[in-house]
């Protein structure tokens, strides 16, 4: 049976559990800056998410 790319992030983390609420925040405002042409916010968001992933999840 292959392995699904969540099955691989589950092992890879070890988390299972829901989605985090800052992670979908920024994705979300990422996105629709994307949406709007709006490169500025766009980068800001991607260096938020960076900060976010260090801080929160390693």
Known sequence: MATTSKQQAQETTGRSGPRCPAC???????AQALESDDLHTAVAMTVAMGRHLRAAHS
Do not use: H, L, M
């Open 24 to 30: 979908w925040g920024i994705k979300r405002r990422r």
